[in-house]
């Protein structure tokens, strides 16, 4: 099934310090994922390994498998770049490319890795993109204006319509919604909610009522002490995560008693 995914004992490292630790969970396609915890337990590493962005990093480390529609990704002959392509990043902070236009944002990605298109469908393939974005009625008029000219909340979709030009499988989003204001927010999970019929959406949040608001299911990580790794230390159906969860450490968290 396409956009689904599973880890694998997965373990990353900067170095000498160990960030993630045995994480094994399996991601199912059109559902949002979301992973919660508190700062430093590596939630945002455990989204970067899943499109092989934490490799990046020098003296990045990776053990364990992350296997895509039936592919281990970090296995021989897995070309980093079309990972990359299929499973999407939207990153904290917007970060449109600022002097070029909106068009010219949304294409980027299509232009590097689509070969030979004419404008016609590169034209298309922009308005789609904006469209499940839920951009396009706010900027059909400013397609040749900077991107870097848009409103936060619109950077950031405008961010998202980038990531799915290249039509991914999968998106991942580390806490896109944490430099927005209530109103864009809002526009964000309205777009998460309809864009999970098409693609498997995860996305990492320090908002327990977001997390429980847009996804299906939700993993917590925890690491136990300062310097320690940071583990999986329950993942389930969303509802149950934050009415019944299984451990003692997932109940203290969501209630509010750390973190």
Known sequence: MAGHVT???????????????????????????????????????????????????????????????????????MDATEVRRGIGMVFQKPNPFPLMSVEENVSAGIRLTGGRMSKAMVAEIVEHSLRLAALWDEVKNKLHKPGGGLSGGQQQRLCIARALAVQPDIILMDE??????????????????????????????????????????????LAREMGDPG??????????????PDRKETENYITGRFG
């Open 7 to 77: 880890t694998s004992s997965l373990s990353a490292s900067f170095g000498d310090i160990q960030a993630i630790d045995d994480v094994t969970v399996e991601i199912p396609a059109n559902k949002v994922t979301a992973i919660i915890g508190p700062s430093g337990c590596g939630k945002s590493t455990f989204l970067r390994c899943l499109n092989r962005m934490h490799e990046l990093v020098p003296g990045a480390k990776i053990s364990g498998e992350v296997v895509w529609d039936g592919k281990n990704i970090y296995g021989p002959g």
């Open 176 to 221: 896109p919604c944490s430099a927005l204001d209530p109103a864009s927010t809002q526009k964000i999970e309205d777009t998460i909610d309809k864009l999970k019929q098409n693609f498997t959406i995860v996305i990492v949040t320090h908002n327990m009522q977001q997390a429980a608001r847009v996804s299906d299911s939700t993993g917590f990580m």
């Open 231 to 244: 583990r999986m230390i329950e993942y389930g159906p969303t509802n149950k995560i934050f009415t019944m």
